[in-house]
Every structure is written in structure tokens, then in C-alpha cells.
């Protein structure tokens, strides 16, 4: 389930988002991918506590993440502390999904059981797989959309934090995390639109 793609306007949202989380103490895995990028992200020694979801609500959502975005040649949601960024968005306001989220959970919880008699954080990876994306297409609760909803909801935020993260951003190739030893020079030389363009300062 990776590769999530967003539009413009949703990346500038994510940004912007991203910008004022990054500016508070206490994440122990994410790190905003704009901070000064040539410098290791401190890692705190303490194990990161949740502001918003309790314990269990957390631990699920963790596993959610890791579900949308899973690691492979590349550090996936789980490492790169998407659930932290989720926890603090919805602890400094954010509406959409402070209890949109945690009726999710709490949702997420009642099929599992339904299904399986345990809670979706005991169920097997690929017990939670088929749930998710049955949930992602609609297919489960009285009403189909319940589930649906969430999963949206629930990946637009593993998204926004994971494309915003250091790790996300180094994946995606972002040009803010180079460091030129001198500023690059334009790479179409040979466009008379172009040649008014100075030198490369060194």
C-alpha cells in the first residue's frame, strides 16, 4: 500500500502542517524533512508518550502506518514516526481527526473481533491486511462507508506525515536535502531564454 500520491495543494497543506509540528519538543522518531537536513535528528532516550490517543489507541495506529507504508528498501511509516506526527496533529487541534480517528479505532476494534474474536493489534499481519483493505473498499459495517472513511482518513494523515518526514522526503529525491558545495548551474544551456542566467557562484 505505499506510494501514496497527493496533489499540490495537498502537499502544500502537509508542509505547512508539518512546519508547525516540527517547531515542539518530544518526537522521538519524526523529524521534519526541511530542518536542517545535513545534521543526524536527535533522538530523544525517552520512548515518545503519546499526547492525545491512550496507550492501546496508539499502539494500533502505529501498526496502521506501517500497514499504508510498510518498510522496505526504504524506511517505511513505523520507522519513520508517522504515528508520532499523527498523535500530535490530533493533540494541538486537529479536528479531522481527533475523534473522527479515535471512532475509527474503536471501530477497527469492533470488526476485528467480529471477525476474529481479538481487538485488530492481536490479530495476524495478514489477518490486519485483509481487514484494511476490505475496510479501503468499502466492504465492511452495516453501512460500507464507516470503514471506508477511516481508511482515507487514515492514510491522508500515514501520507502527510511520511512525505513530509525526513525519510519520506529523501525517498521522493527532495532537492532541499542536497548539499552543493556551490550553487548548481542551469541545466539548459543551450536555451536562448535562458543564457541572460548568471554563473554559478562559488
Not at 5 to 10: A, L, V, Y
Not at 37 to 47: N, V
Not at 75 to 104: C, L, T, W, Y
Amino acid at each position: 500500500m505505499a506510494n501514496q500520491g497527493f496533489d499540490r495543494r495537498t502537499a502544500l497543506e502537509m508542509l505547512a502542517k508539518a512546519a508547525i509540528a516540527s517547531q515542539f519538543p518530544g518526537f522521538h522518531r519524526w523529524a521534519f524533512g526541511a530542518e536542517e537536513a545535513h545534521e543526524a535528528a536527535p533522538i530523544s532516550a525517552q520512548p515518545y508518550k503519546p499526547m492525545y490517543f491512550s496507550d492501546a489507541e496508539y499502539h494500533t495506529l502505529d501498526m496502521l502506518t506501517d500497514l499504508i507504508i510498510p518498510a522496505d528498501y526504504t524506511p517505511g511509516a513505523k520507522e519513520a514516526g508517522v504515528s508520532e506526527f499523527i498523535d500530535f496533529m490530533a493533540a494541538h487541534g486537529e479536528k479531522e481527526i481527533q475523534q473522527p480517528m479515535r471512532d475509527g479505532l474503536m471501530w477497527l476494534d469492533s470488526v476485528s473481533k467480529n471477525a476474529h474474536n481479538e481487538v485488530f493489534a492481536k490479530l495476524s499481519p495478514e489477518q490486519q491486511t485483509a481487514i484494511l483493505k476490505a475496510a479501503s473498499r468499502g466492504e465492511l459495517g452495516p453501512d460500507k462507508t464507516t470503514g471506508r472513511h477511516f481508511f482515507l482518513l487514515i492514510r491522508r494523515y500515514t501520507t502527510m506525515g511520511y512525505y513530509t518526514s525526513r525519510a519520506g522526503l529523501k525517498e521522493l529525491d527532495f532537492p532541499g536535502l542536497r548539499l552543493y558545495t556551490q550553487s548548481p548551474e542551469c541545466p539548459h544551456k543551450d536555451d536562448p531564454q535562458h543564457l541572460h542566467l548568471a554563473a554559478p557562484r562559488i
